[in-house]
């Protein structure tokens, strides 16, 4: 259950920190997008240690049910042991573009879209959010829906 009025980061009892990998730094591996042995253990390990009210960095209660929902689908459809992603979270570790990925990260955006009920979104949109946190992404599709909602069936 989501926790009601304003949020506070002091109620996190221990700092979050975003997601990382020695190689997410790299432009080597932001172009390439190459599949690096120990990039899913390294980010499963760090996704395990997470505390439960992690939730709690979502700041506004609109982001947290948007993000909730992202999250639970990439969660669903990439296979991480759990949905405790952050603000913060590199999307591009959260969804490994790679170049020989076969369909994992393309299933995951058809399933965000469709999840969202957002037409498809252009190769472009997804590349771009490939640079962005998790927090950023939230964003950019919140203001998918808003130009979705506006536009006629």
Known sequence: ?????PIE???IE???NPLSHDLSKSKLWRFLRLDFPGLEHSVEGQLLD???????LWMSHTDRELALKIAGVIYRTYGWP??????????????????FDGMGALAVLIA?????HL??????FWEECASRSLGDVVHLLAEQLTISAGSPP
């Open 1 to 5: 259950m989501l926790p009601v009025g």
């Open 9 to 11: 980061r002091n109620q």
């Open 14 to 16: 221990q700092p979050v």
């Open 50 to 56: 997470r505390p439960e009210n992690y939730v709690e």
């Open 82 to 99: 759990n949905d405790r992603f952050i603000p913060e979270d590199p999307f591009d570790l959260l969804v490994p573009f790679r170049v």
């Open 112 to 116: 965000i879209e469709e999840a969202l």
């Open 119 to 124: 037409p498809q979104l252009p190769d472009a």
